[in-house]
């Protein structure tokens, strides 16, 4: 009985010894996995006018709609948060709202020469005043969600577009299909 018990105990205390270098292996393995991720986040960047390529173009469908294009052309990776703040000619005293229902499931990344889409509502029947307007200033979100420091205008097609009070813009997504239907 002794020696079942002697050699039961150097069994676990050998299962134990396996087992701990076990953990320390694979807790060096996610420490280092950790870092990799650590490393790869912090190389990249927020989104903004001056590490990207923007376009504005009108759509044949639906109806009274605009997509904006960012394309990436830095050389890190960017972060397209939120969604775009758009001022809709150069005395417009607020941004267009975010259409809440468009809120993707995560932030918008793109890769060097990747691009990102944003539907714009111009305007509605159920909309109310209204004027024709020849430029569009775009603002990114950072990641706290506060517009960033610099703005690029961009000129609307066909001379100007008509925007009214049910003008909206769409959270960015990954590709222009999404951005065009909600």
Same mark, same amino acid.
């Given at each position: 009985m002794r020696i079942a018990t002697r050699f039961a105990s150097r069994t676990a205390a050998s299962s134990m010894v396996v087992a701990a270098a076990l953990a320390f292996v %694979?807790?060096?393995?996610? %420490?280092? /996995?950790?870092?990799?991720?650590? &490393?790869?986040?912090? /190389? &990249?960047?927020t989104c903004t006018t001056a590490n990207t390529k923007l376009t504005v173009t009108e759509v044949s469908r639906p109806i009274n709609h605009l997509l904006l294009k960012a394309t990436n052309t830095g050389t890190k990776p960017c972060y397209a948060y939120s969604a775009p703040y758009l001022r809709a000619g150069a005395d417009a005293q607020a941004p267009l709202p975010w259409a809440q229902e468009t809120t993707p499931q995560a932030v918008v990344v793109l890769e060097p020469g990747q691009s990102a889409y944003a539907g714009i509502t111009t305007s509605s029947p159920e909309?109310? %005043?209204?004027?024709? &307007?020849?430029?569009?200033?775009?603002?990114?979100?950072?990641?706290?969600?506060?517009?960033? /420091?610099?703005?690029? &205008?961009?000129?609307?097609?066909?001379?100007?577009?008509?925007?009214? /009070?049910?003008?909206?813009?769409?959270?960015?997504?990954d590709n222009a299909a999404d951005a065009l239907v909600w």
């Open positions: %694979g807790f060096q393995a996610a %420490g280092q /996995s950790a870092s990799a991720a650590t &490393t790869k986040a912090s /190389s &990249t960047v909309g109310e %005043g209204g004027a024709t &307007t020849k430029t569009l200033g775009v603002f990114f979100a950072d990641k706290k969600g506060n517009a960033t /420091s610099a703005e690029k &205008t961009l000129k609307l097609p066909n001379g100007g577009v008509f925007f009214n /009070s049910a003008a909206t813009v769409t959270y960015w997504q």
